[in-house]
Nanobody, 120 residues
Framework: QVQLVESGGGLVQPGGSLRVSCATSGFTFSDYYMSWVRQVPGKGLEWVSAINTGGGSTYYADSVKGRFTISRDNAKNTLYLQMNTLKPEDTALYYC?????????????WGQGTQVTVSS
């Protein structure tokens, strides 16, 4: 079955960096767009970033553009999100999600999330 498992979250100071990962299994990873989506407790979901199947095209929300970098390793079936210059407002539960073969969505499968907390 399709599985997405995030890891790498934690506590980091403002201005710091963190890389979260999403290990996948149960499907042909290289056939699908992948996204990162985050959720602040008590608030709605915010799409953060997406990447196409080959990794050559990336997309970002304005709130993270220039600070976050999405990437994928199709040989390892793993998705990454490098987060730099972190701000307290980046604090959230970060989910990876599988998209379609030709576009971001629909986001049909999600991981359980990894918590990122930005605080001094």
């Amino acid at each position: 079955q399709v599985q997405l498992v995030e890891s790498g979250g934690g506590l980091v100071q403002p201005g710091g960096s963190l890389r979260v990962s999403c290990a996948t299994s149960g499907f042909t990873f290289s056939d699908y767009y992948m996204s990162w989506v985050r959720q602040v407790p008590g608030k709605g979901l915010e799409w953060v970033s997406a990447i196409n199947t080959g990794g050559g095209s990336t997309y970002y929300a304005d709130s993270v553009k220039g600070r976050f970098t999405i990437s994928r390793d199709n040989a390892k079936n793993t998705l990454y999100l490098q987060m730099n210059t972190l701000k307290p407002e980046d604090t959230a539960l970060y989910y990876c999600a599988r998209g379609g073969s030709y576009y971001f969505g629909p986001l049909g499968y999600w991981g359980q999330g990894t918590q990122v907390t930005v605080s001094s």
